[in-house]
């Protein structure tokens, strides 16, 4: 690590990336380190509310599956429930017909917790929901694939130039060492 060509070849892979930073930097129309991380703050910012959408909506597709496979339970199983005699032989049919009364029970509860007293909404309807959802959290996804390369490229650039202002300030305080030592 001391010998000549390595320090050479450190020097000069520090200049390239020096060059490389400014010249990013440049482009981007960035003249400060404040500036720097402004951008940096507000892509995060702008990626983490982005991400917290999407799991938002995943979450909803989530409850909204739930409840379509709620709905489908009870309307399946209603008929069952609902028409068996009323008075003679009442129990001997809930006894045969038992886990549809199970099933149907733990489906209105679902259902009455989720809507109330209202009208059950379409199938249809709840599907087109969550298929909207499903493309905007995709969407959602997408762009934070696209834009997350750019952050880490600024976050990079902000790296560099802490290491090239800590090496500077590395220097300085051995200079100054170097000094002090020679004063005593």
Not at 53 to 66: P, Q, V
Request: glycine letters at 2%; charged letters at 40%.
């Amino acid at each position: 690590m001391q010998s000549k060509g390595y320090a050479n070849w450190a020097k000069v892979f520090n200049l390239k990336l020096v060059a490389e930073t400014v010249n990013y930097l440049s482009e981007n129309n960035i003249s400060d380190i404040s500036t720097l991380d402004a951008k940096i703050s507000e892509l995060s910012d702008k990626l983490y509310e982005k991400k917290e959408r999407s799991k938002a909506n995943e979450k909803r597709i989530k409850i909204l599956e739930e409840q379509i496979k709620d709905i489908e339970v009870y309307r399946k199983t209603k008929p069952v429930v609902e028409g068996g005699p009323k008075h003679f032989g009442k129990e001997k049919y809930r006894h045969e017909h038992e886990a549809e009364f199970i099933l149907y029970a733990a489906a209105e509860r679902s259902i009455k917790k989720a809507f109330g007293d209202k009208k059950l909404p379409l199938i249809k309807e709840l599907r087109a929901e969550q298929k909207k959802l499903r493309t905007e959290a995709d969407k959602l996804w997408a762009e934070i694939k696209n834009e997350r390369p750019q952050l880490d490229e600024l976050r990079k650039m902000k790296n560099n130039i802490d290491c090239f202002l800590n090496s500077d300030n590395q220097h300085d305080r051995s200079r100054d060492r170097k000094r002090y030592n020679e004063l005593e």
